[in-house]
């Protein structure tokens, strides 16, 4: 699949692009049906998403995507959507969070939809990228502690939480994750991932375990601040030495996490770079190039 000219791939996106990033599709159809649906956009089923009306072709594509990848997570994986949600709803909204990045990187969210300036008069923003949906969508109840871990069962969310965590928390936090480690290593750990726990009904140390032996990492700060607790990561520049090209960089949140850093010279020339992360109330002095 990796010789093919993605630029080519015009149908059956959904089945690629969850094939390329998590392994392939094992089945020879997937079917995505017209029916009645009181459940929302769509709804998941083995080979089969049933889809109802959406307002417009890029909502009818996104929901049928999100249906169909449902396949590689509930189904073939066999994760238990009650007991550990993140790890199918979750998992596969950051899929979904990908497919819409690589496909439309220039779209804004609700573009189309003529709500684009009102959301951004509310929110005092100047462009809504899709990766914003997600975030607002966390941010909303995390801004004021009302939000909840994602490792929860299905009935202990509030009805807005199992939304705004549930889905949006974990496409940003595996987002997050996924630029720590590359594409090419956040790929290889799904696909060993996929490969070892298929039909098996994988568990969160199983997860776990793989991403850890694949990267050789450290990942306590993922699996065990992001996903167990609502603690934040929160680094803040106490200041920049322009002689010696440094930032002096304090850790004021609860998470040890990586974070990145982004250097912009000559007003335009940008460069982004991961950083190891340190204790909490820690200070460090961070080269800058
Ligand atoms: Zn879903």
């Not at 890029?58 to 997570?73: D, K, Q, R, S, Y």
């Not at 969508?137 to 995390?142: D, Q, S, V």
């Not at 965590?165 to 997050?176: D, L, Q, R």
């Amino acid at each position: 699949m990796a010789n093919l000219n993605i630029a080519l791939i015009k149908k059956h996106d959904a089945t690629f692009y969850y094939s390329l990033w998590n392994g392939d599709y094992p089945y020879n159809h997937m079917t995505a049906v017209d029916g009645t649906i009181a459940a929302g956009g769509g709804m998941e089923y083995p080979n089969v998403t049933i889809i109802g009306e959406s307002m417009m072709p890029f909502a009818l594509e996104t929901v049928i995507m999100h249906e169909v990848g449902h396949n590689w997570f509930y189904g073939i994986l066999g994760t238990n959507e009650r007991d550990h949600a993140w790890m199918d709803e979750g998992i596969n909204s950051f899929n979904e969070l990908r497919y819409i990045l690589t496909k439309y990187p220039e779209r804004s969210l609700l573009e189309g939809e003529g709500l684009v300036d009102i959301m951004n008069r509310i929110l005092g923003t100047e462009e809504l990228t899709p990766k914003a949906q997600y975030e607002l969508g966390y941010f909303f109840n995390a801004y004021t502690n009302k939000d909840q871990p994602l490792e929860l069962t299905s009935e202990d969310y509030s009805e807005f939480n199992y939304w705004g965590m549930v889905y949006e928390k974990s496409a940003i936090v595996f987002y997050y994750l996924y630029s720590y480690l590359g594409e090419d290593l956040f790929d290889k750990c799904m696909k060993k991932y996929y490969e070892t726990w298929k039909y098996k009904h994988p568990q969160p140390k199983d997860l776990r375990d793989v991403f850890q032996d694949v990267t050789g990492k450290d990942l306590d700060w993922f699996f065990d601040n992001l996903i167990k607790t609502t603690d934040k990561i929160d680094y803040k520049i106490l200041g920049l030495n322009k002689s010696q090209n440094t930032v002096k960089i304090k850790n004021m949140g609860q998470v040890n996490s990586p974070f990145p850093i982004t250097v912009i010279k000559n007003s335009n020339e940008k460069s982004t770079f991961w950083v190891e992360g340190f204790s909490a109330d820690k200070e460090a002095l961070q080269p800058i190039g």
